[in-house]
C-alpha cells in the first residue's frame, strides 16, 4: 500500500513557484522521501530526496516538516516543459534479505499554463 | 548521468505468446534492478527485484511464473510475460541501482505492451 498521498492535480502558471504537498503521516524514522517527475509515457525522472533535514538542488527544494508527517517540493520558476506528474515516494528499507524499495503514491498531474 | 536502456520501447504480440523484455545499465554497474508495470492514468506498481546472479524476489500478488526476470550480469535483465493475454497489457518500466550507490535508482523509457 502506498504510504504517501498527494493531491491528484494541480495548475500553476509559468514563471510562477509550484509547491507541490505531500501526507506521509506513517514513515517511520528511517524512511526516506523522494521526489520523482514522469512525463508522458516516459520512464520517471529524479528530483530530490531527503530524510529530515530541507534540500535543494538544481531542480527543486524539498520542505519536509519537522514531524516529518509531510513534504512540500517547490520549483522556484515553473516552466511549460516542468509539465508531468509528481511522485512523492517513501523508500522502505531492506526487510530480511531484501533491498531497499519505493512505494509510489498516485501522484499529482502538475499543468503549467503559459 | 546514469543511463538505463529498455528494448523493445514498444511491442504487440497475439495472446498465447511470450514476449521478452531487456533492461540494460549502459554506463554503469547495477547489481538490483527493479520492474514496474504501470497501467493507464495509475501509478507505478513495484512487480519484482532483481538481484545479478540470484533469483527475483516478487512483490505479493504478482505470478512468478508468468513474469519470468532474468539478471544474469550486471548490465542486464530481462522480463518475459509468458502465455500473454489482453489484461497483461501495460507499460513495463524498469529501474537499476548501482552498486554501492543507495540513494538513486535510475529508470528505464519503458516498454509498452499491447496483447491483442
Known amino acids: 500500500d502506498a504510504k504517501t498521498t498527494q493531491p491528484p492535480s494541480m495548475d500553476c502558471a509559468e514563471g510562477r513557484a509550484a509547491n507541490l504537498p505531500c501526507n506521509h503521516s506513517t514513515i517511520s524514522g528511517n524512511e526516506y522521501v523522494y521526489w520523482y517527475r514522469q512525463i508522458h509515457s516516459q520512464g520517471p525522472q529524479y528530483i530530490i530526496h531527503g530524510l529530515k533535514n530541507n534540500e535543494t538542488n538544481e531542480m527543486a527544494s524539498l520542505i519536509i516538516t519537522e514531524d516529518r508527517k509531510s513534504s512540500t517540493l517547490i520549483l522556484p520558476h515553473a516552466t511549460l516543459r516542468d509539465t508531468a506528474v509528481y511522485y512523492c515516494?517513501?523508500?522502505?528499507?531492506?526487510?530480511?534479505?531484501?533491498?531497499?524499495?519505493?512505494?509510489f503514491g498516485t501522484g499529482t498531474r502538475l499543468k503549467v499554463l503559459a | 548521468g546514469a543511463v538505463v536502456s529498455q528494448h523493445p520501447s514498444w511491442v504487440i504480440c497475439k495472446s498465447g505468446t511470450s514476449v521478452k523484455i531487456e533492461c540494460r545499465s549502459l554506463d554503469f554497474q547495477a547489481t538490483t534492478m527493479f520492474w514496474y508495470r504501470q497501467f493507464p492514468k495509475q501509478s507505478l506498481m513495484l512487480m519484482a527485484t532483481s538481484n545479478e546472479g540470484s533469483k527475483a524476489t516478487y512483490e505479493q500478488g504478482v505470478e512468478k511464473d508468468k513474469f519470468l526476470i532474468n539478471h544474469a550480469s550486471l548490465t542486464l535483465s530481462t522480463l518475459t510475460v509468458t502465455s500473454a493475454h489482453p489484461e497483461d497489457s501495460s507499460f513495463y518500466i524498469c529501474s537499476a541501482r548501482e552498486r554501492g550507490n543507495y540513494n538513486e535508482q535510475f529508470f528505464g523509457p519503458g516498454t509498452r505492451l499491447t496483447v491483442l
Open positions: 515516494i517513501v523508500r522502505i528499507p531492506p526487510q530480511g534479505s531484501g533491498t531497499y524499495k519505493y512505494i
